[in-house]
């Protein structure tokens, strides 16, 4: 960590105490993650304080941790047969419905994630928040203090479910009225729950079951990289390297 870093870990846990806890500071922005029940009175104390001093709200979205920190595309575990990697469909989104998470196995699966700007100290600060309860996702709203986090906000309870408690207008901003689901979680099916196509009998727009069965496409991936050969391959050419080293010299000879 460095001294820019520590020194501002140091400010918020002398001022909040156990109610922050510091993040990653990796990426060179600190991240504070925030109880949620001292998530508006933080957040204005980082706009109000002198110390602090946050003006402006940049950013807001939500993340779904389900299935975080596993990956069925590691690419350590490359196939030396030529095909992709996914072709088991273990990951969030593909699974079955009776193989589907159960609530509890996911601790602190829905969150919130917030990047300030202090044009004042010139610093930016990234603030997380998770949701309690998994069913129902509640986080308080910021629109009070940051007033840009209105559409973030209706962006997130849209495509992720988040409930933004006290918002003034919470309802979907990037899909249609008549959408079922929240698409960027990760148990979301890649089909979809609906399809919609205009109907030229009704002469108006229908929804109905979708009738796509579920598959993925795993592309064949032809690996000329020297680090996927094999000691076969390897052998093959320099097997064939020396037969033409040999062709050249019985023609120079000649």
Not at 140 to 145: A, C, E, N, S, Y
């Amino acid at each position: 960590m460095s001294e820019t870093a520590k020194a501002i870990a140091d400010q918020f846990t002398g001022r909040f105490g156990d109610r922050v806890t510091v993040g990653d500071t990796k990426s060179g922005i600190t991240t504070i993650e925030i109880e949620v029940d001292a998530w508006q009175e933080i957040c204005r104390a980082l706009r109000d304080e002198e110390d602090f001093g946050y003006e402006q709200l940049t950013d807001l979205c939500g993340v779904d941790y389900l299935g975080y920190g596993q990956s069925e595309w590691a690419t350590e575990d490359a196939s030396q047969s030529g095909f992709g990697r996914g072709v088991e469909a273990l990951g969030p989104g593909r699974f079955d419905w009776s193989s589907r998470p159960e609530a509890g196995e996911v601790r602190q699966r829905f969150g919130v994630v917030v990047h300030l700007m202090s044009f004042r100290h010139n610093r930016r600060l990234r603030i997380r928040c998770f949701a309690p309860d998994e069913g129902m996702p509640i986080v308080p709203t910021l629109v009070d203090i940051w007033a840009s986090a209105n559409w973030y906000e209706r962006e997130a309870f849209d495509l992720y479910g988040i409930v933004f408690e006290g918002h003034p207008d919470l309802r979907r901003i990037m899909t249609d009225y008549g959408f079922t689901g929240h698409p960027f979680r990760k148990d979301f099916p890649l089909i979809g729950n609906v399809a919609v196509r205009y109907d030229e009998q009704k002469g108006r727009i229908v929804y109905e079951p979708v009738d796509i069965e579920p598959r993925v496409t795993v592309p064949r991936v032809l690996r000329d990289d020297s680090r996927y050969k094999t000691d076969e391959v390897d052998q093959a050419a320099d097997d064939k390297a020396e037969q033409v080293a040999a062709a050249e010299g019985e023609k120079n000879d000649g």
